[in-house]
Structures are given as structure tokens and as C-alpha cells.
Nanobody, 125 residues
Framework: QVQLEESGGGLVQDGGSLRLSCAAS????????MGWFRQAPGKEREFVAA????????AYSGSAKGRFTFSRDNAKNTGLLQMNSLKPEDTAVYYC??????????????????WGKGTQVTVSS
């Protein structure tokens, strides 16, 4: 069974950058859409970015657009989330997920069936 592991989180100052990685093991992520979600303390988990299995331009949340870049490498079974111009409000646990998503569902958590354990991102002011 495919398993996901996120890495690359950490502590960064306001305006800094981090690159998160999502690695799939135990099988191929090729046929799945991949998404990033985040959950801040006391808040619900929210969509950040996603790419369909077929590729194409990623979808981004309003807060991520223009600052975050999501790419995936199917040959390496990985997804990368480059986060620039980070703000304290980006502080959250970031999760990657796989699912049989289509354009209309790729921003919805319920479309994803496989989740990683998350990586903490903390942005200090």
C-alpha cells in the first residue's frame, strides 16, 4: 500500500522560505492527484495546492497563489511545495494527500483517500 511522508518543515522568520517534500513509497503515486493541505492550531484543515494525476497547472488557495509553487515528479514519486514570502499566518501542520481527483474535486479534502502524517511549519514574526 502506498504511504506518504512529508518533510522539510521547520522554523523560519517572516518573509523566509521553505520547501516541503512529499514522498510516496510502497507503490506509485502516478495515477493519483496530489494535494497539500494545512491545519493551524484551533482551525480546520484547509486546502493549499493540488495537481491532478494528469498534470497541468496546479490549483492554489488564495493565500498560496503567488507565493507557493507546487510541482510533482512522477518518476521520483515525489511532490514539492516551494513556499516563499512566508508569513506568521502560514504557521500550521502541512499534510500531503493522494486521491482520484478531478478538476472539480481537487480542492476538497474528501476527494483524497491517502494522507501523510504532516510536517510542522512555524513562521516567526
Amino acid at each position: 500500500q502506498v504511504q506518504l511522508e512529508e518533510s522539510g518543515g521547520g522554523l523560519v522568520q517572516d518573509g523566509g522560505s521553505l520547501r516541503l517534500s512529499c514522498a510516496a513509497s510502497g507503490g506509485s503515486a502516478r495515477g493519483y492527484g496530489m494535494g497539500w493541505f494545512r491545519q493551524a492550531p484551533g482551525k480546520e484543515r484547509e486546502f493549499v495546492a493540488a495537481i491532478k494525476a494528469s498534470g497541468g497547472y496546479p490549483a492554489y488557495s488564495g493565500s498560496a497563489k503567488g507565493r507557493f509553487t507546487f510541482s510533482r515528479d512522477n518518476a521520483k514519486n515525489t511532490g514539492l511545495l516551494q513556499m516563499n514570502s512566508l508569513k506568521p499566518e502560514d504557521t500550521a501542520v502541512y499534510y500531503c494527500a493522494l486521491g482520484r481527483v478531478i478538476s472539480s474535486s481537487m480542492t476538497s479534502q474528501s476527494a483524497y483517500t491517502l494522507w501523510g502524517k504532516g510536517t510542522q511549519v512555524t513562521v516567526s514574526s
